[in-house]
């Protein structure tokens, strides 16, 4: 073997290794074969040679250029320091032009002569002259249309000569001569196209398919070729392709044009036809000028072909669907009107202007009439299309064009423009054309947002902007450098955002009852909703999952948040500081100023977080102070018609409402408010000066020193500013009792009055702030006797004392009597209830912090209350008017009317938002006829006095009397509950407001009236609904409801007027048709079971301990317990904030009662779940589940409707997790008698019918996981209880999932050996579990399979024993039309029923009859089957049965 060449061997070794390799005559390694060139014409010939050509074609070879193509980089390519930092793509552009660049003799190493063999020559024709003619395009006088594509003058010219020529050789009279010189010339021009015109152009109609109608290829052109001989050689392509279309017939045609139509790729297919329909119209044109010979017309000035017209109008002549006819007919008609011809240009276009020798009419369809609107109404919907006001047009409204509402394309026919245009136009580069789009973007949002497009359009207008991105387009277009621009977009933001509604009764309900406590305006509205657990809702907890929800905002995307949270999305994107720089640099408008104010006010309203994003925001809050809040302005904008062209440096109430809102965030935000931006200077500049003095306008001065009190209100509602207090002791002196003065000055729709009355309400709610924080000096200044004075951690007592408060008291009780003087005159009332209600809730504040200081005496305090109820409350309890007060409770009542609660159309959950339908009419809670205001403040403050004084309790009986009172009461608790929304949150927290302070009352009159218990039942019913139905901000309300209402024995009356004799009796009459439950295998019932009057009596007996027993499960809001006091306590000293926590539903679950016995649940398979097994139940375990069976068994008998709104399912699964508890409390005795009392009420025929287990469980993630635990509970620690038997079996009903049946059968077998359920025990119909029969057959499979082989006996688990057995010979003996696997397994199960050993069980499922309960074996037998049955089993086993 030849050995390889290695490294440092010469060129000599090398030669001698080639000798050695030719010398050995062995095979080479690499073959080499040279690929044929695909240009030569002989591939086989292995010379060089080059095969002569056809026809003998001159060929050109560069012989001297290589046949490889030379390296275009010899050189290595430069590197670039900056290729690094470009855009990389798959391949170097500079190595791709390589690739793609062509050498020299990849064009020029081949050139092959044209063939022109079949080309004639032609000679010159003869003409006498001794030079030939010379052509010149002037002297042709006509033009033929220039085919597609440009052409020279010259070469139209050309072309029109030819068409003359030809035009002449059909003609009989011309000259031979030339005639002959012509047909040398063309020799083809023999050819009789005449005929061809004959046979090919006749009428269309009865022209076949693939004939061909031009003397011209619509395809080949030959335009490539040449001008002469490429045009000559398409013609002859064009003869060939006729001669034989006339040598085929008419299937031939056909089928050759499918099997192309097959072949070609349909976007060629298309370029074809396109090609085709561009032909015809030019011929057609060509045929209509050569009609009309004798009037010459320019090419380009004639009419545009209807084909075109119809492309261009396809869109406008579009029209949907009619309601009762096709529109057929009518778009034949409209059509001829869409073409565009010179009548339609209102100034025609003459030939002798410049560049107008073409009339492109595609271009001019804007200047034609617009087409006539249809009047047909349809059933599909029409795009919605607003006019520049943001008012809906409707589409057969036929507007005048001037108005400016045609100016787009798409209807054009209809006024308006729709919303994707307006999103559209928004973005143009035009100024003034942005700021319109944005203006009637603004204005659609505003109508949208009062409801005028609800019943015109489909689906959420606010929604579809949205989801648009609406909200980031004003966003951006905030971002604009122009004023008008930013105007609008400001103006479409405080449209979106902003509802001036709210505002409104946010600041009416300001004085009010805990009117400054609101809900915040954030979205609950997340994705993602972790359901958490309620026994970690510790304060921890809260604020960890607050961190975290936080941190998620962050990491998202803006839009991702704007999705559910408007405000979010914003504060995201950085609008604070846009908002600051507009207002301090480029100083918009008034206008625009109080709707920027606004917003802010919105965003503010949003939640603590966001205050403190406002207040953190560099320089936003200064400059709003500083420019809108001045101490010093000029006076010249309080003068009469002045127009005030800037709002900075001008006091503003809308600024100052906004950091009134700010302040309501938190006490910190307050004090910040406070000191560092010193907003107590500027308080004490707008309190102590009259608002008549003020160089402002009166309205504007007014509503400045209202808000001026209102925040410092709220500061004294967090114990701050008293030192303000207590510097303007003496302005406030003066100032309080000229607020008599309204009384006297009332005028009737005068908002200044208005006005006024709201100032003086603010006033007093500011009083009423004082006295509270008063109040608690006292407790202070023991706490600080008590601890060291030095501790950090120590509140200092509030700098007002109770002396500096109480002097207000007699002139406020003066005025007080003023104005219920008024209560009869009906206008005047309804204009002094603010601030009648202000001054009636200052004296239960007064009088409910009086008995507490050291200060005061108690006799004085005692005498006061009595001297106010005997010389003011009573009178007024005993006044007409007060009577019509009362009958006002349930027509402007929430939760008697819920529609008025009810969300406007255009809700959208990530905007917040308290509008409801209709709005707030004088006939709701919020409106001028509202009792609610005053008679809650009325009760507050009688229930304070009773407090004070418990002598004058049975003095205010007369109220629970009222027959509107109880009317209203009974109505309240019985109807549903409204949807917790934003809206109807407000409403419902001051309703029950009113109503916890009606049980309040009638708690007190239940220890000292003894002719209460006529209201006991009642109340009580109304403390329990409402207990279910608190908001989150009313723990307290909930606490004091627990302690006072829901457990006191004198509420139930029923435990002591015969009521547990009662529901003996009803057992009783009960007996007959449902047996009692008895256990006498179970080890809890060695004795006969208590009737259920009994329990009950023991029950009511255990009121307190069950009491207690709830206030420990209940003790997870602890914390929110406490916030809640201090605000209702008025413990100002304590309170964090104005706002309330989130709603995301009622305090307490709605299946409350059952709440012990869950916890109980989760705690004990909790610590099952960590190993830790209960050997042995604690007593407090057994303790509290039989507390809490007792409180339900209460209910169900007593209170049955209070517990309607916990569905029958829900009851049965709280009621199964007795037996999950533990291995053996069902087997206490007390637990057990309960459970099985509670289970018989749950088997009344009305419950049964209402059990629903495919519905979801609150709490559970489906019911089918729960029964599988209960099956392998019974299967390990049942011990054959029936009790527990019955919960087994209740779920295995016919109408319920055949998997519940399928797991009782299949997996979980073994629980058939100690279902041992005594049919005359068992509680439920048979015919539950028996109709209709069974049509699964795999169930039916197991039923068959567990009886034949001895796993379901009758003695063991009767009641499925008839189950079984009633399916099993359903099945057998049907004999309706089914599938065909079914009837062979029917036929198969009673074949081997026929064969059983077992005579028996073959006697029973052959001779089944129907259920019996009374039977021994649970069913009654046929003595002999009925002939059809007889029949149909011989049929199937070919025996005779009687055998």
């Known amino acids: 073997m030849l050995s390889r060449p290695k490294p440092g061997e010469s060129e000599a070794d090398l030669l001698r290794f080639q000798n050695q390799f030719l010398a050995a005559k062995a095979s080479p390694g690499v073959k080499i074969v040279k690929k044929a060139d695909k240009r030569r014409g002989d591939v086989g010939s292995g010379n060089d040679e080059r095969p ?128 002959t010189n012509i047909e040398k010339a063309t020799p083809e021009a023999g050819f009789p196209l005449e005929a061809l015109d004959t046979q090919f152009h006749g009428d269309e109609k009865d022209t076949p398919a693939g004939s061909v109608h031009r003397q011209w290829s619509r395809i080949v052109t030959g335009k490539g070729l040449g001008s002469l001989a490429g045009e000559q050689e398409a013609q002859n392509i064009h003869k060939e392709n006729l001669r034989r279309l006339q040598s085929m017939s008419q299937e031939q045609i056909l089928e050759e044009q499918n099997r192309l139509l097959a072949q070609i790729d349909p976007s060629l297919l298309a370029f074809l036809k396109s090609q085709c329909d561009t032909k015809t119209t030019q011929d057609e044109e060509g045929k209509m000028e050569h009609e009309r010979p004798g009037k010459l017309t320019h090419p380009e000035m004639q009419p545009k072909p209807q084909y075109e017209e119809e492309t261009v109008k396809a869109p406008l002549l579009q029209k949907p669907e009619m309601g009762e006819e096709s529109d057929t007919e009518g778009s034949l008609r409209t059509a001829p009107g869409t073409r565009m011809d010179y009548t339609d240009l209102p100034v025609k276009p003459q030939k002798e202007w410049l560049h107008m020798d073409n009339v492109e009419f595609e271009k001019l369809q804007w200047m034609k009439d617009l087409p006539e609107l249809r009047q047909k109404k349809t059933k599909k919907g029409m795009q919605a299309r607003f006019s520049l006001k943001g008012e809906l047009v409707p589409p057969d409204k036929d507007l005048p064009t001037y108005l400016g509402l045609h100016h787009h394309g798409e209807e054009a026919e209809r006024a308006g423009y729709s919303l994707q245009e307006l999103f559209h136009l928004s973005r143009s580069q035009v100024i003034q054309q942005r700021t319109l789009a944005l203006q009637v973007l603004g204005h659609v949002v505003q109508k949208a947002k009062a409801g005028e497009f609800a019943s015109l359009l489909t689906g959420s207008v606010l929604r579809v902007l949205l989801d648009a991105g609406f909200l980031f387009l004003l966003r951006f277009s905030l971002d604009d450098p122009v004023d008008n621009v930013i105007a609008a977009t400001v103006h479409a933001l405080h449209a979106l955002l902003v509802s001036p509604d709210d505002e409104e009764y946010l600041d009416k309900t300001f004085s009010w009852y805990q009117g400054m406590t609101v809900y915040p305006f954030i979205s609950n509205n997340e994705d993602e909703k972790e359901t958490e657990d309620e026994d970690d809702w510790d304060e921890q907890t809260l604020t960890q999952k607050a961190l975290e929800r936080k941190s998620k905002d962050e990491n998202k995307p803006d839009p991702e948040v704007a999705q559910y949270d408007v405000v979010k999305g914003l504060l995201k994107t950085r609008i604070l500081h846009r908002m600051r720089y507009i207002l301090e640099v480029m100083r918009p408008v008034p206008l625009v100023v109080l709707e920027i104010l606004d917003i802010l006010t919105r965003i503010a309203r949003h939640s603590t977080e966001a205050c403190s ?123 309080v009792p000229s607020l008599s003065q309204l009384v006297g000055n009332f005028q009737e729709n005068n908002s200044v009055f208005e006005l006024s009355v709201q100032q003086a309400a603010a006033m007093v709610t500011l009083l009423t702030q004082v006295t509270q924080t008063a109040g608690c000096r006292a407790e202070l200044q023991a706490q600080l006797s008590r601890n060291d004075p030095e501790g950090g951690d120590q509140i200092p007592p509030p700098s007002v004392t109770w002396n500096q408060v109480s002097g207000f008291r007699p002139i406020i009780e003066t005025q007080l009597k003023g104005c219920l003087k008024q209560i009869s005159q009906l206008d005047t009332w309804q204009t002094l209830q603010p601030l009648t209600t202000a001054y009636v809730l200052y004296m239960a504040v007064y009088y409910s912090n009086c008995n507490q200081q050291p200060s005061v005496n108690p006799i004085d305090s005692l005498e006061e209350v009595e001297h106010l109820t005997s010389v003011v409350l009573l009178p007024l309890l005993s006044q007409p008017a007060m009577q019509h007060l009362w ?101 419902l927290r001051h309703e029950y407001h009113f109503q916890y302070h009606v049980l309040l009352l009638a708690r007190k009159m239940a220890d000292t009236s003894p002719d209460y218990s006529r209201h006991a039942s009642l109340h009580h019913s109304v403390a329990m609904v409402l207990l279910s139905r608190l908001l989150p901000g009313s723990e307290h309300l909930a606490h004091q409801l627990l302690l006072g209402l829901a457990f006191n024995a004198k509420l139930i009356p029923e435990g002591k007027a015969g009521g547990p004799e009662a529901a003996d009796f009803s057992d009783l009459l009960h007996l007959s048709s449902k047996a009692k439950l008895t256990q006498p295998s179970s080890a809890a019932a060695l004795t006969p079971l208590p009737s259920r009057g009994a329990l009950l009596q023991e029950a009511y007996q255990h009121l307190p301990l069950i009491q207690a027993c709830y206030l420990t499960h209940f003790v997870y809001l602890e914390p929110a317990l406490v916030r809640s006091r201090n605000v209702y306590e008025g413990r100002t000293h304590l309170i964090q904030s104005m706002l309330l926590p989130e709603v995301r539903g009622p305090i307490l679950p709605s299946d409350w009662p059952f709440l012990p016995l869950v916890n109980v649940y989760n705690k004990v398979t909790g610590a099952e779940t960590r190993w830790a097994v209960l050997s042995s139940l604690p007593v407090d375990l057994v303790n509290t589940v039989t507390r809490n069976l007792q409180w339900v068994l209460l209910l169900e008998t007593w209170r049955a409707k ?242």
């Open 52 to 179: 002569l050509l056809q026809h003998n074609r001159d060929v050109v070879t560069l012989d001297d250029f290589p046949d490889v193509p030379p390296l275009l980089t010899p050189a290595p390519p430069k590197k670039s320091k900056f290729k690094s930092a470009r855009v990389h793509f798959d391949e170097d552009p500079e190595e791709q032009l390589d690739h793609s660049d062509q050498h020299i003799t990849a064009v020029f190493s081949k050139i092959i002569e044209h063939d022109t063999s079949a080309a004639s020559v032609t000679m010159p024709v003869f003409t006498g002259y001794p030079f030939p003619r010379v052509f010149h395009r002037s002297e042709i006088k006509t033009e033929a249309r220039s085919a597609p594509g440009k052409k020279s003058i010259f070469a139209q010219k050309i072309a029109a000569k030819r068409a003359a020529t030809v035009a002449q050789a059909s003609n009989p009279a011309f000259d031979e001569a030339e005639q």
């Open 613 to 735: 994003w406002i207040l953190d925001c560099p320089r936003l809050v200064e400059m709003v102070i500083r420019e809108f809040i001045p101490t010093q302005w000029n006076p010249r904008v309080a003068e009469p018609g002045q127009l005030l062209t800037s709002l900075h440096r001008v006091p503003c109430a809308t600024a100052m409402k906004l950091i009134r809102v700010l302040a309501s965030g938190g006490r910190n935000a307050a004090a910040r408010l406070l000191s560092k931006f010193e907003m107590k200077s500027r308080l004490s500049r707008f309190v102590a000066e009259d608002p008549k003095d003020l160089s402002l306008r009166i309205e504007e001065a007014i509503k400045m020193n209202t808000e001026a009190f209102r925040l410092w209100a709220v500061a004294a509602g967090y114990g701050q500013a008293c030192d303000l207090f207590r510097d303007l002791y003496p302005v406030l002196m003066k100032m």
């Open 887 to 987: 009958e006002m409770l349930r027509p402007c009542s929430t939760l008697c009317n819920p529609l008025t609660c009810s969300p406007t159309p255009e809700y959208i959950p990530s905007i917040v938002s308290l509008s409801c339908t209709g709005g707030k009419p004088p006939m709701s809670l919020a409106g001028p006829k509202s009792p609610f205001p005053f008679l809650t403040a009325l009760l507050v403050l009688i229930n304070g006095i009773t407090t004070v004084h418990k002598g004058l309790i049975g003095k205010y009986d007369s109220i629970l009397d009222v027959k509107d009172v109880k009317d209203y009461l009974l109505q309240s608790w019985t109807v549903g509950l409204p949807s917790i929304t934003s809206s109807s949150a407000w409403l």
């Open 1202 to 1443: 209070v517990l309607q709104s916990i569905s029958a399912a829900a009851k049965l699964a709280r009621l199964m997790c007795v037996f999950l508890t533990g291995s053996d409390l069902f087997l206490e005795g007390p637990v057990h008698c309960y459970t099985a009392a509670l289970l018989s009420l749950y088997c009344h025929s009305k419950v049964l019918d209402s059990l629903n287990l495919d519905a979801p469980l609150p709490g559970l993630a489906s019911f089918h996981d729960l029964y599988m635990n209960l099956l392998e509970q019974f299967e390990g620690v049942s011990f054959g209880d029936p009790l527990f038997g019955v919960f087994v079996l209740l779920p295995l009903q016919r109408r319920f999932s055949v998997q519940l049946r399928m797991a009782v059968f299949g997996e979980h077998v073994s629980t058939l050996r100690a279902l041992g359920v005594p049919l005359q025990q068992f509680p439920v119909p048979l015919e539950q579990y028996l109709s209709p029969l069974e049509d699964n057959l795999n169930l039916l499979r197991q039923y068959f399979h567990t009886l034949i082989t001895g796993t379901l006996r009758q003695n063991w688990c009767p009641v499925l024993y008839v189950v079984a057995v009633a399916h099993v010979n359903g099945f057998i003996f049907s004999q309706d039309s089914t599938t065909q696997e079914a009837d062979m397994v029917r036929k198969s199960m009673l074949q081997k029923t026929w064969l059983l050993t077992d005579e028996v069980l073959k006697q029973h499922l052959l001779y089944y009859k129907l259920p019996n309960k009374d039977n021994p074996m649970g069913f009654d037998v046929y003595e002999q089957l009925p002939a059809i049955r007889l029949k149909y089993l011989h049929t199937v086993t070919k025996k005779d049965p009687s055998v």
